[in-house]
């Protein structure tokens, strides 16, 4: 016998019901966009957490477009003096991990860098580098996020909040790593990090922690490899032109990895400032290595590159001589004398050829760097013939110098443009 329930119609007629919970609708305003379910847990959901961005709660604004008003000019106009003619963005990411509110500062952090790091030997590791690391590392990309506070140093400005939000993420991440693996930290990474972190703290006016920051960062690069003892004890050695037309992957990783360890041995001249780095330069020869010259035909990157290495030989130099001077002995002081000699002839050289440079330099970015090599290379005269002296009454002689020296800042001056926030708290942290 057939049962009474087997003719009805199974099927369901009409639109079939949605399976699974219905999605929030107080949630937050991510998962509301997405029209995704959120857990509402506070004071971040899982689905934000997991994505590691803003978590906020509220209604969803629409976006009214006026076509009548002027779209808001995020990042500052160039001027004559601008360092975008020398050094373009080279990274220009198809996809990334940005939020639709971090992507002015990002290229505001670009921005900013390519102006004042753009023209160093490590301009494809600022404009390459940095920004590629920054779509796969959140710890990077938090770095990179931070120093757009520079725009604002009221700490009642949201600004100023945002970036405080991103660097104390920046660092408990590179913390949790560093205390989980050690091993699995990328040496390159950890450069870009602390690099950025310590320029932040520099920004601010936290100098005890920019102090802590910078000598804790040169440990760790020093864990693997001394790069900077190695060039002050061996010579500047210059690259060889690479045989491949693609450029490598990390290109200037080799001359960025030594911007930390000098600045070590710079600050250590402003040693109230940076009382940690007072011993910095004892693990540094005073040997006066004989120097390569380059022509004035040179690369720029590689003039700069093989400057920097030759005045930071000399100012190791000088620093180690003020330590020494006081107590000793007439031997000891004439070897200090003849290296002092060695240097000076070296030093004399290298102002013909930048004298040969400005000559023939047609981008005035370089050329106001050029001059900027100039003035150093007059100030590390006045340094190596008067370091010796302890009584200090050498530097009168030498009044026709400091004169020269004012007129090219005053040049320097006139040339290039406004210098930015970066750029001025370096030079009052690093000038002794």
Request: proline fraction near 6%.
């Amino acid at each position: 016998m057939i049962p009474a329930n087997a003719l009805i119609n199974t099927i369901q007629l009409g639109k079939p019901k949605r399976s699974g919970a219905p999605k929030s609708r107080s949630g937050c305003i991510s998962c509301k966009r997405m029209h995704l379910r959120c857990d509402e847990a506070k004071p971040a959901c899982s689905r934000c957490e997991r994505a590691h961005r803003l978590c906020q709660y509220g209604e969803v604004t629409e976006k009214v477009v006026e076509t009548t008003t002027q779209p808001k000019v995020i990042l500052p106009k160039q001027g004559p003096a601008s360092h975008k003619d020398l050094c373009p963005l080279l990274a220009q990411p198809r996809s990334s991990s940005l939020e639709p509110h971090e992507v002015p500062y990002f290229d505001l952090f670009r921005y900013q860098m390519a102006h004042d790091f753009g023209y160093t030997p490590c301009t494809l590791f600022w404009n390459t580098v940095i920004p590629r690391e920054a779509m796969n590392d959140d710890c990077v990309k938090f770095s990179v996020l931070s120093p757009f506070s520079d725009l604002s140093r009221a700490s009642s400005d949201p600004t100023y909040r945002i970036a405080l939000h991103y660097h104390s993420k920046a660092i408990s991440t590179l913390q949790a790593r560093i205390k989980s693996n050690f091993a699995t930290v990328s040496r390159r990474n950890t450069l870009i990090n602390m690099f950025i972190l310590f320029l932040f703290e520099l920004t601010h006016g936290n100098a005890a922690t920019a102090d802590r920051m910078l000598t804790s960062s040169v440990e760790l690069l020093r864990q693997q490899k001394d790069q900077l003892a190695e060039e002050v004890n061996e010579g500047f050695e210059p690259q060889p032109e690479p045989i491949y037309t693609a450029i490598p992957n990390d290109e200037g990783l080799d001359q960025a990895e030594r911007i930390l360890p000098r600045l070590q041995v710079f600050f250590s001249l402003n040693s109230c400032f940076f009382p940690l780095q007072r011993d910095c330069w004892s693990r540094f020869s005073t040997q006066a290595i004989p120097c390569t010259v380059p022509s004035p035909a040179t690369d720029f990157n590689q003039f700069a590159a093989m400057w920097n290495s030759f005045i930071t030989r000399a100012v190791i130099f000088v620093v180690k001589v003020l330590q020494d001077r006081s107590y000793c002995d007439t031997f000891h002081r004439a070897s200090l004398m003849e290296r002092r000699d060695t240097f000076l002839q070296q030093l004399r050289q290298w102002e013909v050829v930048i004298g040969e440079r400005l000559d023939v330099e047609t981008n005035m970015v370089a050329k106001n760097t050029t001059r900027i090599f100039h003035v150093g290379q007059k100030v590390v005269y006045i340094l190596l013939n008067c370091c010796l002296d302890p009584m200090e009454t050498e530097y009168d002689k030498y009044n026709n110098v400091f004169a020269d020296i004012m007129d090219m800042m005053h040049a320097v001056e006139g040339t290039s443009g406004p210098s930015t926030r970066i750029e001025t708290v370096l030079d009052i942290y690093v000038l002794p």
